[in-house]
Structure formats: structure tokens, C-alpha cells
């Protein structure tokens, strides 16, 4: 249907002036010839009258049939359009819903792009304090463990340097710095108040420093342990607060990687979205361009229709005009020719008359119809 419209759109409008010129220039010619008529039927009869007549009459339904077939193309010309404008109405229509609708999705879509957004936002700043967090706390871990891997590793030096495995033979040996001290007082003790030779002497004094040795020995290693496990301990709860660094980081980085695939859904959606009112937009537009296209050729139509009828208005006006004149105009004649005939009736009976009142001033003997000429009435003549 839509390829045949465009044909009735653009055939060439149906020139009902020319008709109408047309249609007078036969009236003119006909009037022409009925005048000519008339004016032989003054000299001859009426009966070429009535022939001029007749074909002053063929004219105008000539006209008005093909009149009628221009009228009978222009309604089909009409619907055609009216179907057609309704067709690009519905679309319109339907095309205009649906752009409000794409609409309405873009605005929810944009809303949760901002949304969505927003969140990408927060996490982004979460994540980095968390990382200046693990920046701090990495080098307080750093500076742990090395504090750690120094006091062990001193530790082992002391063990290394102020032990034997003579004096370390077991851990409880080494821990038992109440019992070294109460020995080594009483050696002390002993090396006051007793009286001793001088090889027991020396002996205890030995034994003194041997004692003390081991003691400073003791205290230092549990220096070492007591600063080694404060530092572990530290240590263990700093690497439990990187631990759970690590995990918030990493938590952090798997929202933001989650909303960024919701984000790239979200945006190629729109564009979609977009791509596809643009092409309704088209759509839409062409459809209202033909819509015009339209209504120009319907409102051209409708001027052709109305000049068509002022036409044939004027044509039925005038043919009946030309019907009366007509017939008053052969009225005329036919009274015009019926003075003629008695003029010359009574031209003839006057004649006559006078010849029989001549032959009766002469004496002659005249017949009936002579006596009736002189001595009846004129009318009856006829």
C-alpha cells in the first residue's frame, strides 16, 4: 500500500480550471450556433432549431461524464490518502509511546548508573585508606619482624657464646636462676665465714664465678626470650592486622571489580537504549513529514473537489440559464413567425379583396369566395 501511495502522491493534481475553461468555450460554441441556428430558422423553419438545440445539449453531458470519471479517480485518490494517514498515524502514535517508554528506561538506568557509581566511589575511598592503612602497618610489620629475627638470632648467639651443653643440658636447668642464686650466695657465704684452706678457697671462688657465669647467662637468655616473646607477640597481632588488611583489600577489589561489570551492563544498556530512540526519533520524524506530505496533497484535493462542484454549480446554473433562454428565445420566434404569416395572410387578403372590388365596380358577375372576400370579416381569411 505504502508504494502505491507515493504514486497517488505524487501524480500530477487534475486541472479542474482547464475543465472548467473548457466547459465554457463549448457553451460559448454551442450558444454560437444556436444563435446561427436560430437565425436560419428566422429565414428557413423552426426545425433547424430544434437540431441546434439538440446539439447544444450533447455538450454538456459529454462534459460532465468525464467530469464524473475525474470525480470517480479523485475519491479513490481520497480514500487511499485518509487509509494512508491513518496508517502513519497509528505509527506515530505507537512510535511516540515507545520513545517515552525508552525514556523512562534511560532516566532508571541513569539513576542507577549514579547509584552504582556513587557505591564504585565509596569502596574506591575505603580502599584507599585501607591500602594507606597497610602502607602504614607494612612498615611497622617490616620493623617487627626484623626486631623479631634479631633478638632470635641474638638469642642463638647468646646460647652459642655463654653456653655449653654441659651448662645447657636441660631447659629446666637453665630456668632454675632461684636455686643458682641461693648456690651462689651460699658460696659466697661460705667463703665469708668459714675457714677454709686455700684450695678450698680457691675452689669456691671458682665455683662462684662458675655459678655467676651461668646465672648472667640465665637472665640474659631470659631477657632475650621474655623481649623475644613480647616482640612475637606483637608480631603475631601486627601479621593478623596485615591479614585482615588483605582481606578488606581484597574484599574492596572484588566489589569494585563486581560494580564495574555492573557499571559497563549498565552503560552499554543505555547506549542501546539510545541507539534505539534515535532510530524511533527517525522514525518518527519521517513519519511526520509524510504526514504533511499528506495532509498537503488531501488539502489539495479537497481545494480541487471544491472547485470541481463550484464548477459543476456554475455549469448546471448556466445549462439552465441556456434551457430558459432557450425557450423563451423559440417562444419569441415562434410568435415573431406567426405575426409574419398573418401579415402576409392579410398582405394576400387585401390583394385579393382589392382585385374583387375591381372586378365588381366593373360589372362582372363574381363568385362565393370573391362575395365572401368583400363582405366578410378579415379574420376568418385564414
Sequence with gaps: MRKNIFLVIQENPIDLGRDQYGNGDGGSAATTRS????RAAASSSGTTVASASTSHK????????????????????????????????????????????????????????????????????KLKQTNEQKDTELTRYTEMKNALIETRNQMKSADEKNGTKSALKSRSERRDMGRLARNLEQIERDIQTKK?????????????????????ALKTIYKKEDDYRNISSQYELLKARMNKIF???????????????TLD?????????????????HVV???????????????????????????????????????QTGDREEIRENIQERAKRNKENQERWNTMKEAALKKMSTGEKLTFDEMKLIYGDGISAD
Design 35 to 38: 444563435t446561427t441556428t436560430r
Design 247 to 261: 582481606d578488606q583489600k581484597s574484599d574492596f577489589g572484588d566489589k569494585i571489580g563486581k560494580l564495574k561489570g
Design 265 to 281: 551492563t549498565l552503560l552499554n544498556l543505555r547506549e542501546g537504549l539510545y541507539a534505539e530512540r534515535r532510530s524511533l526519533i
Design 285 to 323: 520524524r519521517e513519519a511526520k513529514a509524510k504526514l504533511e506530505m499528506v495532509d498537503t496533497q488531501l488539502n489539495a484535493i479537497q481545494f480541487r473537489k471544491s472547485r470541481q462542484q463550484a464548477a459543476e454549480s456554475r455549469l448546471r446554473r448556466s445549462q439552465s440559464q441556456r434551457r
Design 58 to 125: 450533447d455538450g454538456p453531458k459529454k462534459d460532465l461524464g468525464r467530469d464524473q470519471n475525474v470525480q470517480a479517480g479523485t475519491d479513490s485518490n481520497l480514500i487511499t490518502l485518509i487509509e494512508f494517514k491513518k496508517t502513519l498515524l497509528e505509527e506515530q502514535k505507537k512510535g511516540e509511546e515507545r520513545i517515552q517508554e525508552l525514556n523512562n528506561k534511560i532516566d532508571s538506568t541513569k539513576q542507577q548508573i549514579d547509584d552504582e557509581r556513587i557505591q564504585l566511589e565509596n569502596l574506591r575511598v
Design 196 to 216: 677454709l684452706s686455700k684450695d678450698e678457697e680457691r675452689k669456691l671462688v671458682a665455683r662462684s664465678k662458675e655459678v655467676a657465669t651461668k646465672l648472667h
